[in-house]
């Protein structure tokens, strides 16, 4: 048994490594009549929509990780005061003992809309820096 998960985790780091390596090659096919884009080929407000999904898509993990923590801590300041004491069963996940209450679908469906909002609001904030430094535009 151990043999074959020798082997398998061999094989994956392999394939790890092969498809690193792949990645690495400075031959990039050119595709006949392509060009670069031209500094005005798009228009600003389009650079700007683009740029503000990029930036809510990649913040979003951290956003969602952010609003569960928050999220849990609340929950349990709020069940801690509501019982008068310390009580380790509502404990975000992460530090939760085992047989805690578990969230339910509407903490998920609260703890998921506070992360689109975060990563909505981070996507306008830098919005706004971004037009800040480059008023010309």
């Given at each position: 048994?151990?043999?074959?998960?020798?082997?398998?985790?061999?094989?994956v780091l392999l394939l790890l490594v092969a498809?690193?390596?792949?990645?690495?090659?400075?031959?990039?096919?050119?595709?006949?009549?392509?060009?670069?884009?031209?500094?005005?080929?798009?228009?600003?407000?389009?650079?700007?929509?683009?740029?503000?999904?990029?930036?809510?898509?990649?913040?979003?993990?951290?956003?969602?990780?952010?609003?569960?923590?928050?999220y849990g801590f609340g929950r349990f300041f709020?069940?801690?005061?509501?019982?008068?004491a310390i009580d380790p069963a509502y404990l975000?996940?992460?530090?939760?003992?085992?047989?805690?209450?578990?969230?339910?679908?509407?903490?998920?469906?609260?703890?998921?809309?506070?992360?689109?909002?975060?990563?909505?609001?981070?996507?306008?904030?830098?919005?706004?820096?971004?037009?800040?430094?480059?008023?010309?535009?």
């Open positions: 048994m151990r043999s074959s998960a020798r082997r398998v985790l061999a094989s498809v690193a390596l792949s990645g690495q090659s400075t031959d990039r096919p050119v595709v006949p009549g392509a060009e670069p884009y031209e500094k005005d080929e798009f228009p600003v407000w389009a650079r700007d929509l683009r740029r503000a999904e990029i930036v809510a898509l990649g913040s979003f993990p951290l956003a969602l990780l952010a609003t569960r923590l928050v709020a069940a801690s005061i509501a019982a008068g975000p996940p992460l530090f939760a003992p085992p047989g805690a209450v578990p969230l339910d679908r509407q903490d998920n469906a609260r703890i998921l809309t506070g992360a689109v909002s975060l990563s909505a609001v981070i996507a306008v904030v830098d919005f706004a820096l971004g037009r800040r430094e480059t008023p010309d535009e």
